[in-house]
């Protein structure tokens, strides 16, 4: 009761020294950095409100500003080697030379803010809808960076480990920050999800049933496209979403 309604709280783990980028980044490609709230000093570090995430990209010889990408959320599969598990929350911006490339740190804010009660995953995608060659990501001086800490994912490929995603010389940590609130209130007092959990759907009148646990489905092994409401997908009452809702729910509506 006595914390403050506002316990700002940044996460990163890259050191602000540049020392690899990419010049073949191609479309669909993503590059992921997992974060932790635990790193926070104010208490209780949950539930953590992502509001924005800083970015910062390499300008090299030929490539084209301004470019397209999605900054993403994703639930973390257990600790950080388990990788990205669902896609919480996908945001498409573009980005131009004079806010985003080095040395300027641009800062994108989401439109909807992001509750999470354990730690995650910020990614971005290139989506593709601007001119190749991209300007590149950085990563830092730590080489090789800590593969569970940093991931990747290719176009043809699904995600893979920092130390599996790249041949050669593995790089360091992806340079990236994210910005946010600990212990928020906010995220508390989300009234999205109203008594009982299971209208997965958000359907208006408040009905579980089939429809919902399609949408459950689609959620966790389909599209993957974020959910209206988080809480109400949180059928088992434990952290993140994942298949023993989707077994709650099944349990509730037909067992």
């Not at 570090?45 to 924005?52: A, F, G, H, L």
């Not at 950080?80 to 131009?96: A, R, V």
């Not at 989506?127 to 001086?141: L, Q, R």
Request: with cysteine; charged share 15%.
């Amino acid at each position: 009761a006595a914390r403050s309604p506002l316990d700002a709280c940044s996460l990163w783990n890259n050191s602000d020294t540049i020392q690899n980028y990419y010049s073949q980044i191609v479309a669909g490609e993503r590059y992921a950095a997992y974060m932790n709230p635990q790193r926070c000093s104010s208490s209780p570090q949950y539930p953590y409100e992502i509001q924005s995430v800083d970015l910062s990209l390499f300008t090299f010889t030929g490539c084209n500003w301004p470019v397209e990408v999605a900054i993403e959320i994703w639930s973390a599969r257990g600790d950080s080697c388990g990788g990205p598990g669902n896609l919480l929350s996908s945001q498409t911006k573009t980005l131009d030379k004079l806010n985003f490339g080095v040395p300027y740190v641009g800062t994108i804010t989401l439109a909807q803010s992001v509750c999470v009660n354990s730690p995650f995953f910020v990614a971005v995608r290139y989506t593709g809808t601007t001119i190749a060659p991209y300007p590149s990501v950085m990563m830092d001086n730590h080489s090789p960076a800590d593969s569970c800490t940093n991931w990747g994912y290719g176009p043809t490929t699904d995600w893979d480990k920092w130390n599996q995603f790249w041949y050669g010389t593995i790089p360091g940590n992806l340079i990236i920050w994210v910005n946010g609130e600990s212990g928020s209130l906010a995220c508390e007092s989300n009234g999205c999800c109203a008594g009982t959990s299971g209208n997965v759907d958000c359907d208006p009148g408040g009905s579980i049933d089939i429809s919902d646990l399609t949408r459950m489905i689609d959620f966790l092994y389909i599209s993957f496209e974020p959910l209206c409401c988080v809480g109400e997908a949180n059928t088992d009452g434990t952290p993140g979403i994942d298949i023993s809702d989707l077994t709650a729910l099944i349990d509730y509506l037909y067992i």
